[in-house]
């Protein structure tokens, strides 16, 4: 496992297609790809370096939309998107709402600018339930990023270039 707020390139990867898998737009093949993916990354770097990558995903995306919050038009960080993220989570079956405060504490560590993978680091490792939380947050706010840019997939793309200096770092590095 890595430390000092550093994520592993391929386990951010693995829990950017795990939120993926979560839209209406996934095919039938895709959410087996991403458990092989998931499973394969897991494998070697462990399980927790994936619910971490889920973490710093969350912080990324919520840098990302409220980065203009002082512009008209723009998103409140803390009056609209940490309460209406974790109200829409409230809504999702799957979510475990006793994984609600840690969630709103990344959230908002991200919109006041903290690094919320150094943030959520101080309370040890990240369960399970919570991962899945993070990994239905990420799709809600990978869902507002598309809604925002008003182009379906904007986040995709965004998240796909990003990834593209990770992939050749590890290419040269095999």
Avoid: C
Wanted: cysteine-free; hydrophobic content about 45%; overall charge negative.
């Amino acid at each position: 496992m890595t430390r000092d707020a550093v994520v592993v390139g391929a386990a951010v990867r693995a829990a950017w297609e795990s939120s993926r898998t979560l839209t209406p737009q996934t095919t039938d093949a895709e959410p087996e790809q991403t458990r092989r993916l998931v499973q394969d990354v897991a494998n070697t770097y462990g399980s927790e370096e994936v619910a971490r990558a889920s973490v710093f995903l969350v912080g990324v995306l919520a840098s990302y939309l409220t980065r203009d919050a002082d512009q008209p038009g723009g998103i409140d960080p803390l009056s609209d998107l940490v309460p209406g993220v974790i109200e829409k989570l409230s809504a999702i079956e799957m979510a475990d709402p006793a994984q609600a405060p840690m969630v709103s504490g990344v959230l908002t560590a991200a919109v006041l600018g903290l690094d919320t993978l150094a943030w959520r680091d101080q309370f040890g490792p990240v369960q399970p339930a919570e991962a899945l939380n993070h990994t239905f947050v990420i799709g809600l706010l990978s869902d507002l990023l598309d809604i925002t840019a008003e182009r379906p997939g904007a986040a995709n793309e965004i998240m796909q270039e990003a990834f593209a200096p990770l992939a050749a770092e590890e290419d040269a590095t095999t």
